[in-house]
């Protein structure tokens, strides 16, 4: 357990409201990260963050943006969300000396 | 064509036999990551190995670096073994600290 929480777990919202998942972690990592799971895909990378107000877009990240205001919190936000966006969200931190990656509950979004 | 590949993809057997899950790669790595994911959804690290093997208890992965391929054993496989074994890959990065690219994940279900 990296000390690591997701909220909301489970959020269903419709077509075209904003949705802002929260990540919050305990042990001062540096580096987070934001993926979705989609059947038929590995998880795959929206955006991350290497510490505070610096963030970088991943290989899915059009229709989502991030920010990370404090380090034990990063927010993932879909300005306008669509049913593409269905999906089940994890959030991870890199452990510093090994490199491994550590990973929150997930949440289920589902756009309607 | 994925980076990273798993086969197989779906696993069914016998509470005590020996279970091989295979992984293939196809980008330069620092690191190769097994990862398992609950029937709940959570994900949890099970190894992080560059070369040789690696051993926890009643699972070893191995991995060759120059063939680009890792194995993840399970000796003596008992139903709460049952669950998505992902690996992914580790590619180390300036900006991002790590980049990894998983796998679609191998389904295993043992039965009793």
């Known amino acids: 357990d990296a000390g690591i929480t997701q909220s909301p777990r489970h959020k269903v919202t419709e077509t075209g409201t904003p949705v802002t998942l929260r990540c919050h972690q305990t042990e001062n990592h540096r580096y987070m990260y934001w993926y979705r799971q989609d059947p038929g895909h590995g998880l795959r990378l929206i955006h991350y963050?290497?510490?505070?107000?610096?963030?970088d877009k991943g290989e899915v990240s059009d229709g989502y943006s991030v920010s990370r205001s404090k380090t034990e919190d990063f927010l993932l936000t879909l300005e306008s969300a669509t049913s593409s966006q269905t999906s089940v969200y994890f959030c991870?931190?890199?452990?510093?000396?090994?490199?491994?990656?550590?990973f929150g509950p997930g949440t289920r979004l589902t756009v309607t | 064509k994925n980076e990273v590949e798993q086969s197989p993809q779906n696993l069914t057997a016998q509470e005590g036999e020996f279970i091989t899950i295979n992984c293939s790669y196809s980008v330069g790595i620092s690191a190769l990551h097994w990862l398992q994911q609950h029937p709940g959804g959570g994900i949890v690290s099970l190894f992080m190995?560059?070369?040789g093997k690696k051993k926890h208890g009643r699972l070893i992965a191995t991995i060759n670096i120059q063939e680009k391929h890792s194995s993840l054993h399970i000796t003596a496989s008992h139903p709460r073994d049952s669950a998505v074994y992902i690996c992914?890959?580790?590619?180390?990065?300036?900006?991002?600290?790590?980049?990894?690219?998983f796998g679609e994940g191998t389904q295993l279900t043992v039965n009793p």
């Open positions: 992914a890959a580790l590619e180390l990065q300036e900006t991002s600290g790590s980049r990894l690219t």
């Open positions: 991870a931190i890199k452990e510093g000396l090994t490199y491994e990656q550590y």
């Open positions: 190995l560059s070369s």
């Open positions: 963050s290497y510490g505070v107000k610096d963030t």
